[in-house]
C-alpha cells in the first residue's frame, strides 16, 4: 500500500498494491497495520456503499460537526467518480481551498479524508458504486453540507447540471454555514 501526500495536511491518495494475472486480481483494500506504520491511527467503525446508477449523479458536500466529525477512507469498487473535498479547517494553509481527483474500479486508487474536510463526487459513469469506512457514527443532527456549485469555491465539476437529492439542491453557502473546524496542525 502507498501512501502519497497531498498538499492538504492528512489528506493522502492511497494506491492499493493490486496482484493480478489471468484470472483477475488481489488486493489488500484496508490494512490497519499499514496505516499504523505511517502514523494514521484511525478506529474504522461502519462501511458504507452507494449505488448511482446514472452517469452525472453528484452527492455532496456533505460533512459532520464534531462531536461527529468523521474521517472517511473512500473508494470506487464499480465505474468512476470525480471525488471533490473542501478544506473546511480554520487556519489550515489549505483552507477554503478544493482537491479532487478521480477515482475508479480501473485505478484502484482511494482517498483519506480527515475530519474537518466537507465531501462529494459526481459519477463519470453509469451504475458507479462507491464504498467508504468512517470513524464515528452517522448522527442527523450533526449532519451538514455545502451547495456544490457555491461561487466562493468555484469548483469545476464535469458538468452543470448533474443529477442531486432535494437535500442537496438546498444546501447553504460556504459563507453562510458556522464553521466549528479548526486546524490543529
Known sequence: MRFISTEFPGLFIIEPRVFEDHRGYFMESFSQVAFEQQGLNYNF?????????????????????????????VRVTRGAVLDVVVDLRQ?????????????????????????????????LEEN????????????????????????????????????LSEKDKHLPLFRE????????G
Open 45 to 73: 467503525i461502519q462501511d458504507n456503499h452507494a449505488l448511482s446508477r446514472a452517469k452525472g449523479v453528484l452527492r455532496g458536500l456533505h460533512f459532520q460537526i464534531p462531536p461527529f466529525a468523521q474521517t472517511k477512507l
Open 91 to 123: 487556519g489550515s494553509p489549505t483552507y477554503a481551498r478544493w482537491f479532487k481527483i478521480e477515482l475508479s474500479a480501473r485505478n484502484f486508487k482511494q482517498l483519506l479524508i480527515p475530519k474537518g474536510f466537507a465531501h462529494g463526487y459526481m459519477t
Open 177 to 184: 454555514f458556522d464553521n466549528p473546524f479548526v486546524y490543529e
Open 128 to 163: 458507479t458504486e462507491f464504498q467508504y469506512k468512517v470513524d464515528a457514527p452517522y448522527a442527523p443532527e450533526h449532519d451538514r453540507g455545502i451547495y456544490y456549485a457555491d461561487p466562493d469555491l468555484n469548483i469545476t465539476w464535469p458538468t452543470d447540471n448533474p443529477i
